[in-house]
């Protein structure tokens, strides 16, 4: 199974900060991977899927890049409802596998 | 816009099987997507258990494929999850979704507590 390395696993950030979290494959998996936003007692909400396509009604201050093996979530200018856990997610080959997460949390 | 709903019993006992059936509105099962299961325990990360097809093909997570099936139902637009011999290890939030590439439509999940 393809291995997903999510780093840091956890941040602390203020209001307004540059944020950016990778993602690390175990082996390529070209474009196939998504970035989800998740809420206590939420489902997973879509940020980035194809690796840099911004899901529809997400605002732009989020943003992917990368291929392969090497992946990035950023986000531009930190908001109030930003604090919460990112995911990553492989769709390249079975099985399909998520990084361990990244909690984001108020400094 | 399509919208998924999960329903199942809240709690099974253990070595029991779990079954959870997930009803999916605003469009068709019969759609060129796949349709998927997810769990995460209390408190850990997401887990892909496995995903269908409308023709009924199938592919599950080799973690759980001995004791996992996923089966759909075209005239009632719905598919199921049935997990057996489930322990306190299966205890998770259960998410159905739809899957369109590397976009994922998912429903809100729904509680299993495996316990006596």
């Known amino acids: 199974a393809i291995q997903l390395t999510q780093s840091p696993s956890s941040l602390s950030a203020s209001v307004g900060d540059r944020v950016t979290i990778t993602c690390r494959a175990s082996?390529?998996?070209?474009?196939?991977l998504a970035w989800y936003q998740q809420k206590p007692g939420k489902a997973p909400k879509v940020l980035i899927y194809?690796?840099?396509s911004l899901e529809s009604g997400v605002p732009s201050r989020f943003s992917g890049s990368g291929s392969e093996t090497d992946f990035t979530l950023t986000i531009s200018s930190l908001q109030p409802e930003d604090f919460a856990t990112y995911y990553c997610h492989q769709f390249s080959s079975y099985p399909y596998t998520f990084g361990q997460g990244t909690k984001l949390e108020i400094k | 816009q399509v919208q998924l709903q999960e329903s199942g019993p809240g709690l099974v006992k253990p070595s029991g099987t779990l079954s959870l059936t997930c009803a999916v509105s605003g469009g068709s099962i019969s759609s060129s997507n796949w349709w998927s299961w997810f769990r995460q325990p209390p408190g850990e990360g997401l887990e892909w258990i496995g995903e269908?097809?409308?023709?009924?093909?199938?592919n599950y997570n080799p973690s759980l494929k001995s004791r996992v099936t996923i089966s759909v139902d075209k005239s009632k637009n719905h598919f199921s999850l049935n997990l057996s011999s489930v322990t306190a290890a299966d205890t998770a939030l259960y998410y159905c979704?739809?899957?369109?590439?590397?976009?994922?439509?998912w429903g809100q999940g729904t509680l299993v507590t495996v316990s006596s």
């Open positions: 082996q390529g998996i070209s474009s196939s």
């Open positions: 979704a739809r899957t369109d590439g590397s976009r994922t439509t």
């Open positions: 194809d690796a840099f």
């Open positions: 269908i097809y409308h023709s009924g093909s199938t």
